[in-house]
C-alpha cells in the first residue's frame, strides 16, 4: 500500500487513490502500479475522494497559488483529459459528483456547478445560498435529486428533467 494515501476509489479492479503529491493507479489482484501522476497536481486536498465514470476520474483540487480547479484524468493512464479553474470567493470546494454526463461541485460560498463530464464546459452554475459555510459536503445524487449539504443546511436540486438547467430547490 501507498504510504499517506486519501482518497481512495475502486472500479473493475483497480484501485485509484492520492496521496500528498501525487494521484496513482493500482491492479488490485496483485498490487501492480500502472501508473501515477506526480508534481502535475501540486496540492491534494485531504480526505477528498475522486470520482470515477466511464473512462474517466474527476477531482477537484487547490495548487500552489490558491487557485481551485476540477480535473478530469484518463483513467487508464492518468494523463490530465481537461482541468477547469473555479471561481469561488473562498478556498472549500467539494468532491465532484457525476450524474450522467454531467460533473457536480459545490463551494462553501453556496456556488453549485454543473460541467460537461467530456468537454468540462460550465453547462451552469446556481447560487444556493448567500452564507459562506464553514465546510461543504461532496453532492450526491439519489432517485433524480442532488442533494448538497453546506454548513448545517441540505439543498436538493431536481434533475429529474434535466435540461442543463436546475430545476429548482
Known amino acids: 500500500s501507498k504510504s499517506g494515501a486519501q482518497g481512495i476509489t475502486v472500479n473493475n479492479g483497480i484501485m485509484y487513490g492520492k496521496s500528498r503529491s501525487s494521484i496513482?493507479?493500482?491492479?488490485?489482484d496483485d498490487g501492480r502500479k500502472l501508473w501515477e501522476l506526480n508534481n502535475k497536481i501540486n496540492y491534494i486536498n485531504h480526505g477528498h475522494r475522486t470520482q470515477i465514470s466511464d473512462d474517466y476520474l474527476f477531482i477537484t483540487e487547490k495548487d500552489n497559488n490558491e487557485e481551485i480547479y476540477l480535473?478530469?484524468?484518463?483513467?487508464?493512464?492518468?494523463?490530465?483529459?481537461?482541468?477547469?479553474?473555479?471561481?469561488?470567493?473562498?478556498?472549500?470546494?467539494?468532491?465532484?459528483?457525476v450524474y450522467r454526463t454531467t460533473v457536480f461541485t459545490a463551494t462553501?460560498?453556496?456556488?453549485?456547478?454543473?460541467?460537461?463530464?467530456?468537454?468540462?464546459?460550465?453547462?451552469?452554475?446556481?447560487?444556493?445560498?448567500?452564507?459562506?459555510?464553514?465546510?461543504?459536503?461532496?453532492?450526491?445524487?439519489?432517485d433524480a435529486n442532488l442533494f448538497v449539504g453546506l454548513g448545517r443546511d441540505y439543498h436538493c436540486v431536481s434533475l429529474e428533467k434535466f435540461d442543463n438547467s436546475p430545476m429548482g430547490y
Open 71 to 97: 480535473y478530469c484524468i484518463d483513467s487508464q493512464d492518468g494523463t490530465v483529459v481537461w482541468k477547469k479553474k473555479v471561481t469561488t470567493n473562498d478556498t472549500r470546494l467539494s468532491a465532484p459528483c
Open 24 to 28: 496513482w493507479a493500482r491492479n488490485l
Open 108 to 142: 462553501n460560498d453556496g456556488e453549485l456547478y454543473a460541467y460537461n463530464a467530456n468537454s468540462g464546459n460550465l453547462e451552469w452554475n446556481k447560487k444556493l445560498t448567500n452564507e459562506t459555510n464553514k465546510f461543504v459536503v461532496q453532492p450526491i445524487v439519489y
